[in-house]
């Protein structure tokens, strides 16, 4: 094993920085963990998504399937967007069904429906998800307010 002695001068300039580097890069993670205020609680580290946002996507994801399914399908805007809905939702009625009247193409109408719909329902169980979390922590916080859990309860869940 090399030691300090024998490597000279330069090797422990290269050492003294490479520890600096290491502390700095330690510092930076803690800072990163805690959060700003430093007494490390989830509010500091993450930013909440605002539920307008959430609802904003969701609804401009079945206007703009409706748009698309209204001219691949030739079918009316409100169909096609109750047909959007119905299907992102998983509740599927069957009453509308695509490429059922297109004979060219079939195979692509249905490939393009498969990667919409996939895409659009995992657009929404994300959304939902990110409400329920604000949700959870706007009631947490009210019932903190109302004295009806206590601080330690709650943190005790994160």
Same mark, same amino acid.
């Given at each position: 094993?090399? &030691?300090? *002695? &024998?490597?000279? /001068? &330069?090797?422990?300039? %290269?050492?003294? %920085? ?6 700095? +890069?330690?510092?930076? $993670?803690?800072? $990163? ?8 609680? %989830?509010a500091?580290?993450?930013? =909440?998504? =605002? @539920? ?8 401009s994801? @079945? #206007?703009?399937? !409706? #748009? ?7 079918? =009316?805007f409100? +169909?096609?967007? $109750? #047909? ?18 297109? *004979? ?9 429906c498969?990667?919409?719909?996939? #895409?659009g329902? !995992?657009?929404? !169980? ?9 949700? @959870?922590? &706007?009631? *947490?916080?009210? /019932?903190k307010?109302?004295?009806?859990? *206590? ?5 005790? +869940? +994160?």
């Amino acid at each position: 094993m090399l &030691s300090l *002695k &024998s490597a000279g /001068a &330069s090797s422990t300039s %290269r050492l003294s %920085r490479l520890r600096e580097e290491y502390l700095i +890069d330690e510092l930076d $993670y803690e800072e $990163y963990a805690v959060g700003s205020s430093g007494d490390g609680t %989830r509010a500091d580290r993450t930013r =909440p998504v =605002p @539920i307008w946002l959430c609802v904003f996507l969701v609804v401009s994801y @079945i #206007f703009g399937g !409706a #748009f698309l399914f209204s001219e691949w399908e030739n079918w =009316p805007f409100l +169909d096609s967007a $109750y #047909f959007c809905f119905i299907t992102l939702t998983t509740i599927g009625f069957g009453d509308f069904v695509p490429a059922q009247r297109v *004979k060219d193409n079939a195979e692509v109408s249905i490939a393009l429906c498969s990667l919409y719909l996939l #895409f659009g329902i !995992a657009l929404l !169980a994300m959304s939902f998800n990110l409400v329920q979390e604000e949700v @959870i922590s &706007s009631v *947490k916080s009210v /019932a903190k307010r109302l004295g009806i859990i *206590k601080e330690e309860e709650d943190e005790e +869940d +994160d």
